[in-house]
């Protein structure tokens, strides 16, 4: 599903105010951390990730991992910290502009 600007600009907007629902470790995205990724995304549809430690090669590889897993789309970074979204089929919950 393709996001157009409006709409990711909406999704930074109500993303602001979150806290980070998945915090990774020292051992990365695991297949642990995937599957939970999973169940927050199916639950809020909008979520923030904090990223573990490393250079920006190693934080981006590990976006990779959690998208890749998921079937999410990054709409937002900054440092540590991304933003995901994959949209809820049965239940949606936040409602996108056009």
Not at 52 to 67: F, H, M, P, Y
């Amino acid at each position: 599903m393709a996001l157009s600007p409006s709409q990711i600009r909406y999704l930074r907007s109500l993303a602001h105010d979150l806290s980070p629902v998945i915090l990774l470790g020292n051992k990365g995205a695991s297949e642990a951390v995937v599957k939970e990724l999973g169940l927050a995304l199916d639950i809020h549809e909008l979520v923030k990730v904090k990223l573990s430690g490393g250079d920006k090669d190693e934080r981006q590889a590990q976006i990779d991992v959690l998208t890749a897993g998921t079937g999410a789309e990054p709409i937002h970074q900054i440092g540590h910290v991304v933003v995901l979204f994959r949209r809820n089929t049965d239940e949606p919950k936040i409602a996108l502009p056009r």
